[in-house]
């Protein structure tokens, strides 16, 4: 199969996904299940990949991997951490504005088909790592990438897990977590994901790819202009009022030593 047509197939793919995500979301009338999907989406096309390009070498395995642990554990995680919790408020600010009787069915076109899109276009690098010398062994560009997506993994799956564990007690209802590594960033979850990204990036970089790399910026762009950073920062600004002080002396999305 071409790239292209393993592309396309990619695209299919993860539209049927979002397609049966909105017409479940439509009966619990809750769009924010579309969040908990969202590693799948690329575990899903990362398999159709992986299936229809030719050979099984090192590379190749090794992304489909990759993508697998951080595609369900991302899930999971959301998934549990949304498990019986309300519609997001930016969701229901939405079905507000639009109102119900429409927002039914204009949440397929502003949230499962743009997010689906999105999903498809970052996950050009994974297609190209597969597709391109799908025999050849591994060189120097690839473990820099395994050791940039290792970080990422450690700063994602780390700054989650401390965060969950901190606002499992009560008493730090309405605090600002401020140590391990939400002491060297405001952000590390996000900035963990997108080095994972860099990471992909940097397997297509290896096999030949050099245009692949549009996929981890445009996934860096999103997290800090868009989703993530920028719309999380507005927000804590009003409800925390610790969070001006720890602006001050901590980066918000790469890692550093904080400012006395």
Same mark, same amino acid.
């Given at each position: 199969m071409t790239f292209? =047509? @393993?592309?396309?197939?990619?695209? #299919?793919?993860?539209?049927? $996904?979002?397609?049966? +995500?909105? %017409?479940?979301?439509?009966?619990?009338?809750?769009?924010?299940?579309? =969040? @908990?999907?969202?590693?799948?989406? #690329?575990?899903?096309?990362? $398999?159709?990949?992986? +299936?229809? %390009?030719?050979?099984?070498?090192?590379?190749?395995?090794?992304?489909?991997?990759?993508?697998?642990?951080?595609?369900?554990r991302?899930?999971?995680?959301?998934g549990i951490r949304n498990w019986k919790k309300p519609e997001d408020y930016r969701y229901q600010e939405f079905r507000k504005k639009y109102g119900p009787k429409r927002y039914w069915w204009f949440s397929f076109f502003q949230v499962f088909l743009l997010q689906g899109t999105l999903s498809w276009l970052i996950s050009f690098p994974l297609l190209a790592a597969m597709h391109y010398t799908p025999y050849s062994n591994l060189n120097y560009i690839d473990y820099i990438a395994l050791g940039v997506w290792c970080i990422g993994f450690i700063f994602e799956v780390g700054g989650d897990y401390q965060l969950a564990k901190f606002k499992?007690?009560?008493?730090?209802?309405g605090k600002v977590l401020q140590s391990g590594f939400w002491k060297l960033t405001r952000h590390p979850n996000y900035?963990?994901?997108?080095?994972?990204?860099?990471?992909?990036g940097g397997f297509a970089l290896a096999a030949g790819?050099?245009?692949?790399?549009?996929?981890?910026?445009?996934?860096?762009?999103?997290?800090?202009?868009?989703?993530?950073?920028?719309?999380?920062?507005?927000?804590?600004?009003?409800?925390?009022?610790?969070?001006?002080?720890?602006?001050?002396?901590?980066n918000a999305f790469f890692p550093w030593i904080p400012k006395k």
């Open positions: 292209l =047509d @393993s592309y396309i197939q990619g695209f #299919f793919i993860i539209m049927i $996904l979002m397609t049966v +995500l909105w %017409t479940v979301s439509i009966y619990l009338k809750n769009v924010s299940i579309v =969040d @908990s999907f969202w590693g799948i989406a #690329f575990v899903l096309a990362s $398999l159709s990949y992986y +299936l229809n %390009t030719e050979g099984h070498g090192t590379r190749k395995e090794l992304v489909v991997g990759l993508v697998i642990v951080w595609g369900i991302l899930s999971l995680h959301l499992r007690k009560a008493t730090n209802k900035f963990g994901d997108a080095m994972v990204w860099w990471g992909f790819s050099y245009i692949s790399l549009f996929g981890p910026l445009l996934m860096t762009w999103l997290i800090i202009k868009i989703s993530g950073v920028a719309l999380l920062e507005k927000s804590l600004k009003n409800t925390k009022p610790e969070y001006k002080e720890y602006i001050e002396k901590t």
